[in-house]
């Protein structure tokens, strides 16, 4: 019932800006936080950087000061910015949400089908 629809990537030069977007739609009761994760060829899928309810955040070392994660709770979406792109940031960035279908029903995690950001001169 839950779909995941991430959109914004493409191909950029180092020092570029990027920005993703996806939007969650279906059987939604609430949506606890939201997330992007990201994996190269080779390496295991990494979180990037993650959003929470009361707006709390995380990113991970390699990002921080160069990516802005935000969230529009009213639209089911979450934003990443990317700024001064550097090749190493290449991948498959993935969309992830928690997300309690009914009232009493259990919290799961979902996925998007990912989407690809090349960063190459």
């Known amino acids: 019932q839950v779909q995941l629809v991430e959109s914004g990537g493409g191909l950029v030069q180092p020092g570029g800006s990027l920005g993703l977007s996806c939007a969650a739609s279906?059987?939604?009761?609430?949506?606890?936080?939201m997330g992007w994760y990201r994996q190269a060829p080779g390496n295991q899928r990494e979180l990037v950087a993650a959003?929470?309810?009361?707006?709390?955040?995380n990113y991970a070392d390699s990002v921080k000061g160069r990516f802005t994660i935000s969230r529009d709770n009213a639209k089911n979406t979450v934003y990443l910015q990317m700024n001064s792109l550097k090749p190493e940031d290449t991948a498959v960035y993935y969309c992830?949400?928690?997300?309690?279908?009914?009232?009493?029903?259990?919290?799961?995690?979902?996925w998007g089908q990912g989407t690809q950001v090349i960063v190459s001169s």
């Open positions: 992830s949400a928690d997300i309690k279908a009914t009232m009493r029903g259990t919290i799961f995690q979902y």
């Open positions: 279906g059987r939604i009761f609430s949506i606890n936080g």
């Open positions: 959003v929470w309810n009361g707006d709390s955040t």
